[in-house]
């Protein structure tokens, strides 16, 4: 009787997990460009926390998304007669994300690269960067040349032209998945020798700081081009007719001139005759004054930080949503493993048993990327909400398991046993007699395991969902403010997490009198 019950428990939640995936699928669409004008919106892919000039949140009104490539994508999608709508995505990961169907389009300094062309389709180029080497300023031993970048500490972005040519020249290449400033602040602390970057980033990041200094000459050049999901090629040539009539009737060059960026070898790519930028570059005085002067704390307190509060706000509910419905998730499930390991038959025990060594053995990483981008490989397409969730709650199930187990296991067993002698069955004495004082014992580990999961939600941004640590990121890479900022999503980690904690407390102490008042 025993078994038969748990088992009962664990078919039913292997069959509601298993609803849920299917509610999350996806269904395929044969006609990409038919359906972008049908629903009046291109989603395009691209990751702010990358910083300026791609995609990033505007230093001065951060609420708003800006970028010349934000630019790029709101004309592509004027001329397709929809509107643009951004999707965030983590830039290593564009190309997955884009293969599951998360957008549209991936537009965001997607370099020309045939191993690029093996899982998408890229349109025709529509800029031309140079590799910029940048160094400190002054300093006789920085490399200046690509022969001198042997065994040299350089920094770059990982999966780049830049790192390529690193690779090539025998330099000792470090890598930076965050935003650029990293990679330049490195450079100044003495961390590198210097830096490669295309020369957008080092206009923008190398050239504004007084001590760097962006070295002449170029040590290759790459091209962006957009990238589109293999097999739309109805979509792709869409594009690049539109890309063409933006090149011919010279809005691609006032974007590029806007944000300081027009270029000779631009020029040629576009069959522009005038060569080097002539318009002026108001966008990028824009950005220079809005970070340039570094702001004393009580000028960011004054006039930046209240803006950040509305995306606060959001990164911090969806959070809180995520780890409620994971935890929803976690707890039925771990009460129904520990059950399963410790008084269900043979096969249930050992298949619990297997469950929480395997779950608490992976990273939690690894799970959400086997989930968000393994599952469609048997044909099921979750949504990032649910494949956040699902892997969240999947893994904290096997630590819920094992604070029950413990509890479980606290409990003398001659209480059990009398339980049985007084004629009560196993489920009656679980829940009146046993579950009440493991439940007291289970709970101080439950809440630190959920105040634990509500940091972990973090690792949801790589599934296009801009919490509160992703929400984070973006807004310092783009105000170049990581101590105050930083500070800030802290103390909204802390007051989201003490109100359970105080609960907890509050749980704990009502069920030590109640148990007293039993005994």
């Known amino acids: 009787m025993r078994g038969s019950a748990t088992a009962t428990l664990i078919v039913a939640m292997i069959g509601s997990l298993a609803a849920a995936a299917l509610a999350g699928a996806a269904e395929p669409t044969a006609d990409a460009l038919a359906r972008i004008r049908s629903s009046g919106e291109l989603r395009w892919g691209a990751d702010a926390q990358g910083g300026a000039p791609y995609v990033f949140q505007d230093p001065m009104d951060p609420n708003h998304l800006i970028g010349f490539e934000v630019d790029v994508a709101a004309a592509l999608a004027a001329e397709l007669g929809v509107q643009a709508r951004p999707v965030q995505g983590q830039w290593d990961l564009l190309l997955d994300l884009l293969g599951r169907g998360d957008f549209d389009i991936a537009l965001n300094g997607i370099e020309v690269a045939d191993e690029k062309q093996r899982?998408?389709?890229?349109?025709?180029?529509?800029?031309?960067?140079?590799?910029?080497?940048?160094?400190?300023?002054?300093?006789?031993?920085?490399p200046r040349s690509l022969a001198t970048?042997?065994?040299?500490?350089v920094g770059t972005l990982p999966g780049s032209l830049a790192e390529r040519i690193?690779?090539?020249?025998?330099?000792?290449?470090?890598?930076?998945?965050?935003?650029?400033?990293?990679?330049?602040?490195?450079?100044?602390?003495?961390?590198?020798?210097?830096?490669?970057?295309?020369?957008?980033?080092?206009?923008?990041?190398?050239?504004?700081?007084?001590?760097?200094?962006?070295?002449?000459?170029?040590?290759?050049?790459v091209r962006y081009a957009i990238a589109v999901?293999?097999?739309?090629?109805?979509?792709?040539?869409?594009?690049?007719?539109?890309?063409?009539?933006?090149?011919?009737?010279?809005?691609?060059?006032?974007?590029?001139e806007r944000w300081g960026l027009w270029n000779v070898e631009t020029a040629a790519l576009l069959g522009d005759p005038h060569g080097e930028r002539a318009g002026v570059?108001?966008?990028?005085?824009?950005?220079?004054?809005?970070?340039?002067?570094?702001?004393?704390?009580?000028?960011?307190?004054?006039?930046?930080?209240?803006?950040?509060?509305?995306?606060?706000?959001?990164?911090?509910?969806?959070?809180?949503?995520?780890?409620?419905?994971?935890?929803?998730?976690?707890?039925?499930?771990?009460?129904?493993?520990?059950?399963?390991?410790?008084?269900?038959?043979p096969p249930l025990r050992w298949l619990a048993i297997g469950y929480i060594e395997f779950v608490r053995g992976t990273p939690l990483l690894v799970q959400l990327i086997m989930?968000?981008?393994?599952?469609?490989?048997?044909?099921?397409?979750?949504?990032?909400?649910?494949?956040?969730?699902?892997?969240?709650?999947?893994?904290?199930?096997?630590?819920?398991?094992?604070n029950y187990r413990a509890g479980l296991e606290s409990v003398p067993v001659g209480q059990l046993e009398a339980s049985w002698s007084l004629g009560l069955p196993t489920w009656q004495a679980l829940r009146h007699v046993i579950g009440p004082q493991a439940v007291r014992i289970a709970i101080p580990p439950a809440t630190?395991?959920?105040?634990?999961?509500?940091?972990?939600?973090?690792?949801?941004?790589?599934?296009?969902?801009?919490?509160?640590?992703?929400?984070?990121?973006?807004?310092?890479?783009?105000?170049?403010?990581?101590?105050?900022?930083?500070?800030?999503?802290?103390?909204?980690?802390l007051l989201i997490g003490l109100p359970f904690s105080w609960l907890a407390r509050r749980a704990e102490a009502r069920l030590g009198r109640h148990l007293r008042s039993v005994g």
């Open 448 to 493: 630190n395991d959920f105040i634990a999961l509500l940091k972990d939600s973090s690792l949801v941004s790589l599934v296009t969902l801009t919490e509160l640590t992703k929400t984070y990121l973006n807004l310092a890479n783009a105000m170049r403010d990581h101590l105050g900022l930083g500070l800030m999503v802290a103390l909204w980690y």
């Open 166 to 221: 690193l690779t090539r020249a025998g330099a000792e290449v470090r890598t930076y998945d965050g935003g650029q400033n990293e990679i330049y602040a490195d450079l100044l602390l003495g961390r590198t020798d210097a830096v490669l970057l295309d020369a957008p980033i080092s206009l923008y990041y190398g050239e504004i700081e007084p001590g760097l200094e962006t070295v002449p000459g170029a040590l290759g050049e």
């Open 281 to 345: 570059a108001e966008a990028l005085e824009a950005w220079r004054t809005a970070v340039g002067r570094p702001l004393s704390l009580r000028e960011r307190i004054r006039e930046r930080y209240p803006q950040t509060l509305g995306l606060f706000a959001r990164g911090a509910l969806l959070t809180l949503a995520l780890s409620f419905v994971a935890m929803a998730l976690a707890v039925p499930l771990g009460v129904v493993l520990a059950l399963a390991r410790k008084y269900g038959p």
């Open 149 to 153: 970048l042997r065994a040299r500490r």
């Open 119 to 142: 899982v998408c389709a890229l349109t025709r180029p529509y800029y031309v960067a140079p590799e910029r080497l940048t160094v400190r300023r002054g300093d006789a031993a920085a």
């Open 371 to 402: 989930l968000y981008f393994g599952l469609p490989e048997l044909g099921i397409t979750l949504d990032p909400f649910v494949a956040g969730a699902l892997a969240l709650g999947l893994n904290y199930a096997a630590a819920e398991a094992e």
């Open 229 to 256: 999901p293999l097999g739309d090629e109805t979509l792709r040539a869409a594009l690049d007719t539109a890309l063409a009539r933006l090149a011919t009737d010279g809005r691609l060059r006032a974007i590029y």
